[in-house]
């Protein structure tokens, strides 16, 4: 059995630990049973806990770069209007419409929270199904292409395990953009550079993960900042040549490199 925490996901090489203990098991013949370790305090719980299984599930299919992760339900995945299963969901909106808050009497968090882990894993470029775990020979038949309940289809594009791991971290703070920051981030995947950051929240240090928001709190991108917070409030505003002027010849371009950004 291997228990996890959330603080086990933020940090770079437990994650890193996370993916080469399960490997390790398997390589022994094991199967590992991966759980989430709450046996602490109610202060300790707020902080470091996943919130539900889902979650906890989609972080450890980005730590394992996994192909398909499986949830198994009490339902035969998705139900539509008129209570038949949807067997193929090809965007997340579709689904949400069909979906009810009410949590599940079996097992811990509802198909909102399943939702989420399917946004967190084909945002990775991987699948997810969810279905009815009390079916017989379940995962062997799904396996075989036999259609059972609900396909959420990857994306387009297949994320490399650090940007899974960039996506899956908690910020340590957030950088506030103008709206101009925000599309050239968030819709034409450029850098971001210190003249569109229009103020910092946190205290974060260079290589922390960080998220990207607009001044209405919509998550625009999360990535590797070049900077710490105290440093980004120096030159935030500022055009590259006065960065420079301000932080010496050994100052960054870019506050966050295109390169370790992930969407939003």
Known sequence: QILLTREDIDDRTRF?????TIHAVHELGGVPIINENDTISTDELVRISFGDNDILAAMVTHALRADLLVLLSVVDGI???DGKPVRLVERLSDARELVRAEKSALGKGGFNSKLEAARMVTESGEAMVVGDGRMDDMLPRLLDGEPLG????????????RSRWIGAARPAG?????????RAVGERNKSLLPAGILRVE??????????IQTPDGKLVARGLTNYAAADIERIRGK?????RAALGDGAYD?????DNLVPG
Do not use: C, M, W, Y
């Open 254 to 258: 870019e506050v966050v490199h295109r």
């Open 16 to 20: 890193l630990n996370v993916r080469n």
């Open 174 to 182: 957030s950088i506030i953009v103008d709206d101009g920051a925000a």
């Open 150 to 161: 609900t396909l959420f289809v990857p994306g387009s594009r297949k994320l490399s395990g």
């Open 79 to 81: 139900l539509d209007a």
């Open 202 to 211: 946190g205290e974060f240090v260079r290589g922390d993960v960080v998220a």
């Open 239 to 243: 055009k590259t040549q006065d960065v």
